[in-house]
């Protein structure tokens, strides 16, 4: 069945809220058992119950992903409860609004660290459990910042540009262990990250109405389907592409 996940591992980063909450969902819904991972155990623990009342098999990993030397402790320790890891969903993300000129390093190296830094040390920590088991999927999650500038978010959109040309890399690298790697670019969604932006720049909820063909700002569950496509068989030869789930943001000129 070519979205059926049933007997795949997959580990969702920042799969304790927001869009990993969502894609570890619709992960768990087409059969994959799920490991999610994020800094906040409380949170961690409140999605693992959520995962678990819908039926889902699942788990939940404490690390900081910024931490190399974590990243590689928590894959091993993901590949030991489940004997290995088909799917990785690298999504953990974080963002800091500030005109360019007022970052400073420290958060700029914070902010790209959490973006890149931590994605690339995650795809290659699991590699070598990927290619044991003769292949594997690696989704990376982008943003619009991946396409278009944004004025208040340089260190975010260089290291969001960076993840898609990383997950091209990773796609040609890979491609004869049987390693697909896609990037999904999510456009504005409703989460915890979107929810300060919004605070933070008071006319954002309705540029972006304005400015999405759909009409509406976008759910976690919406970039699910997208996921479930490049973590099944369906898109064994699709690798290296980066796939707008936007509404039409990005395909408009306002
Ligand atoms: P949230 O803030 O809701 O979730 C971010 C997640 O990342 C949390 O689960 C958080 O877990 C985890 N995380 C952050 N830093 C670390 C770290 N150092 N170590 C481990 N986990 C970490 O944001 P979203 O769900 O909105 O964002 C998810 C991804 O989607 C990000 O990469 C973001 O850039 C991207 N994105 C979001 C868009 C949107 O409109 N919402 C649009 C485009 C892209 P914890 O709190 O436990 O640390």
């Known amino acids: 069945m070519l979205f059926d996940l049933n007997g795949r591992v997959a580990l969702v980063t920042g799969g304790n809220g927001g869009i990993g909450l969502g894609i570890a969902r619709g992960l768990a819904q087409a059969g994959a058992v799920v490991a999610i991972v994020g800094r906040d155990a409380a949170k961690s623990n409140a999605a693992l119950a959520e995962l678990r009342q819908s039926g889902a098999v699942a788990e939940a990993f404490t690390a ?64 070598p459990l990927m290619k044991q088991r003769g292949g594997g999927k690696i989704i990376t999650i982008g943003s619009m910042t991946s396409i278009f500038g944004f004025s208040l978010g340089a260190p ?14 990773l796609a040609c690298a890979w491609a004869a262990d049987k390693i697909q790697a896609n990037c999904i670019l999510p456009g504005f969604i409703d989460t915890a990250l979107t929810r300060q932006a919004r605070r933070d720049v008071g006319d954002l909820e309705q540029r972006v109405l304005d400015r999405t063909p759909a009409g509406r700002w976008g759910t976690p569950d919406d970039v699910a389907g997208a996921a479930v496509f490049f973590a099944s068989a369906a898109s064994d030869f699709v690798t290296g592409t980066a796939l707008p789930v936007d509404g039409g943001y990005s395909s408009f000129m306002a």
């Open 64 to 127: 900081d992903l910024v931490d190399q030397t974590a990243v590689v402790a928590m894959v091993r320790a993901v590949a030991e409860r489940f004997g290995g890891i088909d799917i990785l969903v690298a999504n953990a993300g974080t963002n800091m609004r500030r005109r360019p000129e007022d970052y400073t390093m420290e958060q700029w190296d914070a902010i790209v660290g959490t973006n890149l830094g931590s994605v690339f040390a995650c795809c290659q920590a699991v590699y």
């Open 156 to 169: 975010y959109g260089a290291s969001k540009g960076a993840v898609v040309q990383l997950t091209k890399s």
